[in-house]
């Protein structure tokens, strides 16, 4: 009996399958204007803030908006934001993921869709694709047709003015990190460092990556917000959605069959070809939609060609209810952006120019000296936030018979006068001597006070009895 060979194993799928390019149609509306001029005002922004001067004194930056790492500090305007207080920009940033929690759980992923930087700068680099290759079936055309001297010089023409581009955005990153004027002349001239170089290659390489390749497929598979914002949304969020029992039974219109048993929808297409990621929204509402509106911009052309009411593509909730605006998702997220505003503003207005820290000698601990006093050391540092020198006297108190010295100053005295150079950290070292008939305590509390109150401290005065 002849034996039945086993049958093939069933082919398993690919793991990875080439995404096409998407080559977006171009649309009037006003969603597309609203893109077009945020994006805009976003951009102009961006590029011109780390060139805006402002004064601040003598031998400081004049940079409006610089976070300089040789510095350890942030400048912002008239605010300098030290090491110690980057609790300040954490505040910052937290209140702008609240502003995005908000405006998540009221209209979806509008960020992505008008103002994430992965969005501005792809719609750029689109644009300049649409100029040098042409509109969206042109540039379909010329990707399938063989390398000819038209396709090569429109595709360099193309990728010249992404790299212009990717190359001044990657400039303009790096002044944010270091004086503008100086480092483009440094940067332009060849004077600047390797690590400049670096960094400018880094910037420009990832926006030339990002914008001009990857895409929509950042938006889709990398990113992780889409992934988060899902737990903003509810049945009442604004996300755009085709009316299913308005558009359906699609079809597309033909003369004479005006009144045939059909929905809204032509099905024309017109709403996949506009769309940035390449989605059909008539599937439904899906994670890879970036709720730009493009689409509705698209169909509501389409409606007004056909005399039908505008709005197959709409802003709805999933309610499908009028949107409520105060609900206690978006009261909550109000709220807390509210209160953390307010925390900020406060702890902006009430943050103190001048710091005092204190650090007690580890080694040794405390010294008896021959006349029987106890001496104790400590390294005083004043941290001095001012834009001039700040004069003032150091005292301490806590317990009694104290007398302070300062290495290579005065001696055995009850007031130290100390000066804080200017925007700067002022370290200082001086030594305590508790007389020898007062109390002694082992680890007594003591309070340095710099300036009546200006700056003050707590230590201990590690006196060790056994001694
Ligand atoms: S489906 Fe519409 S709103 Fe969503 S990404 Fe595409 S064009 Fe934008
Ligand atoms: S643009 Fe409007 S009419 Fe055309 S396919 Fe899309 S939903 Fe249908």
Known sequence: MSQQPPSAPSAEPPLYVKTPTIHPRAVKGPHRSMKTWLGILLVA????????????????PHQAVLF???????????????AQQFYLLTGILILACLVLFLATSLFGRIWCGFSCPQTVWTDLFVRIERLCEGERNARLRLEN?????????????KHALWILVSSITGLIFCVYFTDAYAATAELLTGRA???LYSFWALFAGCTYGMAGFVREQMCIYM?????????MLDENTL?????????????????????????DCVDCRLCVQVCPTGIDIRDGVQMACINCGLCIDACNSVMARFDLPPNLIGWLPESKTKPKLFRPRTLIYGGLTAVLALVLLLATGLRREMDLSVLADRSPTSMRMSDGSVRDGYTVKLVNRHHRAVSGDLTVTGI???????????ENVSVLHLTAQPDTVTTF????????????TDHAPILFNFNNGMATARSVFQVNMGQ
């Open 400 to 410: 009694p018979g104290l007398h302070l010295t300062r290495i290579g100053g005065a």
């Open 239 to 263: 996300n755009v959605t085709y009316d299913v029992a308005r558009g359906e039974p699609r079809g597309r219109a033909k003369k004479g069959q005006e009144g045939a048993a059909r929905g």
């Open 429 to 440: 070292r001086v030594y305590i001597r508790q007389d020898r008939d007062a109390p002694k």
């Open 223 to 231: 990113c992780p917000w889409p992934r988060i914002q899902g737990g």
């Open 193 to 195: 460092s390797i690590t």
């Open 145 to 157: 047709q063989p390398w000819t001297v038209n396709k090569i010089l429109r595709k360099t023409a």
């Open 68 to 82: 300089s790492f040789t510095d350890m500090r942030a400048y912002l305007f008239g605010m300098d934001i030290w």
């Open 45 to 60: 922004v961006t590029a011109l803030l780390p060139w805006l001067r402002w004064d601040r004194g003598p031998d400081m």
